[in-house]
């Protein structure tokens, strides 16, 4: 037989159920601009039913509801559309990183300009030419020196700048590796507080939206994979290597560069294999380390390009105005753009240039070089400048691309994770009435109890 308190226990449950409701709302309002919060519902299920026994009874029939209960606070999030939206910081990242990179060094190019090494090459002959009118100057000898003295100061000059942002791309790189390791162990001491509860049924939804905020932090920086434990952990995997694993401590990241800005760059994931960064910027690989590292070869490229220039120089020129032995040196020293200079003997003598020869070494502008590839000094550095120029324009087209789709996944989640005020001032009324609606059944059941206990029977 039921207890005469049995419908109070009823409206005492959805008193309790729809203030659990309400409480879930204010924390969505209270929420409404935090950074990754996701908005959360309280989810009603209807309790057990109650059964009044009988011999010749079946179960299902004569069942009396016995209210209901808040089964958990849920969490509104997909985790499909938490994968895409990944993918896309991690390319954005990429591209963000790389254009940023390639923009600082096409400054160091002022082309076309006066001031710019095109103009200064093109300079350096024409003084050549301007000697062979006169040989015996010292006038037209002494400029030439200049032309050349300024040649070189500006290829070692430039030389410099790029090895300085070659070196400041590696440390960039290992900042990044530092702070993948920050975060991993972030993760790892979330992990560890959410199995700390010890029961999955205590859903810890704001340590797991804090976790998300660093999930998407770490996917910006390089490709992951996310997968959900037992107990609402999750394990981590950087470029398909374990990097966290539930409450076990995070894997080490290192990253390693061969000697003078060598190739390839490698991060090593704990005992796991070294991952070869460099392959992965060639192929486009989202984050952005591999995004750096695909800049830094990119100005690795450049550095090369510029040391063929000053050793083509080098070679021509001193095969045109070779060292006699005595009235002759050399024009240039030097084995590459680091040590390219006019030869230390004509600058401390003048006369040591030949202007018998200057024809000769002006006609070199219009040759084709074989080491340059079969073009012209002034060629194969507009060829250079040019492809500096393409790569920029080239990533900053991709970054807009990058960003929009970025942008447009996240405005996608954030559709079903947002807090939308007027939905949940809707919610709140509703749950507002519920509320009252179960105080006043305890109101009736009240009377009904005074009347029983009060007026029945004296």
Known sequence: ????????????????????????????????????????????????????????????????????????????????????????????????????????????????????????????????????????????????????????????VTYGQLVDNRDGLENDLENKVDEINNLADQIAAINQAIASLGNADYKANDLMDRRDVLLDKLAAIGEIQVTSLADGQVEVRLFGEVLINGTNPPANVTGDFPLNGGSPFT????????????????????????????????????????????QALITQVNAKHPDNGTTRADFFAGTDASSFSVHPDIILDVTKIDGTLALDVAGLRDDAIAALGDTTFEGFYTQLVTRIGTDVSGAADRVKSAQAVREQLQNLRQ????????????????????????????????????????????
């Open 267 to 310: 991060v090593t994931i704990g005992t796991s294999p070294a991952v070869n960064v460099t392959t992965l910027a060639d192929a486009n690989a989202p984050g952005s380390l591999v995004g750096l590292e695909s800049a830094r070869q990119k100005v690795i490229g450049y550095i090369n390009n510029l040391n063929e220039l000053a």
């Open 415 to 458: 559709s079903v994770i947002g807090v939308s005020i007027d939905e949940e001032l809707a919610n709140l009324t509703q749950y507002q009435y519920a509320y009252q609606a179960s105080a006043r059944v305890v109101t009736v059941l009240d009377a009904m109890l005074d009347t029983i206990i009060n007026r029945m029977g004296v």
């Open 1 to 156: 037989m039921l207890s005469t308190f049995f419908g109070l226990e009823i409206a005492r449950r959805g008193l309790m159920a729809q203030r659990a409701a309400m409480d879930t709302t204010s924390h969505n309002i209270a929420n409404a601009n935090t950074e990754g919060y996701t908005r959360q519902q309280a989810v009603h299920t209807a309790e057990n039913p109650y059964t009044i026994p009988m011999m010749t009874q079946k179960v299902t029939p004569g069942q009396l509801g016995t209210g209901v209960t808040v089964s958990e606070i849920r969490r509104v999030r997909d985790s499909i559309i938490d994968s895409h939206v990944r993918w896309a910081l991690g390319d954005a990242g990429y591209w963000e990183e790389r254009s940023d990179a390639l923009a600082r060094v096409e400054a160091l190019f002022p082309e076309p300009t006066d001031y710019g090494l095109q103009s200064v090459i093109g300079k350096f002959f024409n003084y050549w030419q301007d000697l062979n009118n006169n040989p015996q100057d010292p006038g037209l000898k002494a400029a030439v020196r200049e032309a050349g003295e300024e040649l070189t100061s500006m290829v070692k």
